[in-house]
T-cell receptor, first 114, second 114 residues
Framework: AQKVTQAQTEISVVEKEDVTLDCVYE???????LFWYKQPPSGELVFLIR??????QNEISGRYSWNFQKSTSSFNFTITASQVVDSAVYFC???????????FGAGTILRVKS | AAGVIQSPRHLIKEKRETATLKCYPI?????VYWYQQGPGQDPQFLIS???????DKGSIPDRFSAQQFSDYHSELNMSSLELGDSALYFC?????????????FGPGTRLTVL
């Protein structure tokens, strides 16, 4: 079975602080895909990144960066110099292959205070 | 760019009534997924369709049914509504086997059962 664990239920930071959201996954498959989604208070799910199991290269996109480590089954997400607009629920998700359902973690509520 | 369209955006029903949610995928996307997100919960996979055939099934109640039509739009039919059906229902679409495997989410339909 596939499982995604986001141990941090809620994180509060002050603007400009860096924050890391943890994600640990479980799967027996060798081919899988990992995702991060942002859900702002308005409710929509915003795609942030996708990674396949064969690509452990870390990625940086502006203030966002992701660290994928197969050895620890982790796919952590770091926001540098956080801003109030980053306040949202962040979900890590896993799928087995293209065209397959997403299994979501419980989500981490991020609150960025000014 | 065209996005996934869901209608209605908000729906209020009484217990034991029926509801129909509609999803219009991005043009040329042939796979549709339905997810249910209860208050404070992560999205849970309900069902998916590929080329108008059911491709996968999750924890969808027997009171719910869904189908994908010839124009690839999908409808989720919910009968004998219960209070616990109050949730945000997301539809997502994708073009499996091509692109980066990303599922594009619609804005969601917020169903409230009174």
């Amino acid at each position: 079975a596939q499982k995604v664990t986001q141990a941090q239920t809620e994180i509060s930071v002050v603007e400009k602080e860096d924050v890391t959201l943890d994600c640990v996954y479980e799967t027996r498959d060798t081919t899988y895909y990992l995702f991060w989604y942002k859900q702002p208070p308005s409710g929509e799910l915003v795609f942030l990144i996708r990674r396949n199991s064969f690509d452990e290269q870390n990625e940086i996109s502006g203030r966002y960066s992701w660290n994928f480590q197969k050895s620890t089954s982790s796919f952590n997400f770091t926001i540098t110099a956080s801003q109030v607009v980053d306040s949202a629920v962040y979900f890590c998700a896993l799928s087995m292959e293209y065209g397959n359902k997403l299994v979501f973690g419980a989500g981490t509520i991020l609150r960025v205070k000014s | 760019a065209a996005g996934v369209i869901q209608s209605p955006r908000h729906l209020i029903k009484e217990k034991r009534e029926t509801a129909t949610l509609k999803c219009y995928p991005i043009p040329r996307h042939d796979t549709v997924y339905w997810y249910q997100q209860g208050p404070g919960q992560d999205p849970q996979f309900l069902i998916s369709f590929y080329e108008k055939m059911q491709s996968d099934k999750g924890s969808i109640p027997d009171r719910f049914s869904a189908q994908q039509f010839s124009d690839y739009h999908s409808e989720l039919n919910m009968s004998s509504l219960e209070l616990g059906d109050s949730a945000l229902y997301f539809c997502a679409s994708s073009l499996p086997g091509q692109g980066d495997g990303e599922q594009f989410f619609g804005p969601g339909t917020r169903l409230t059962v009174l």
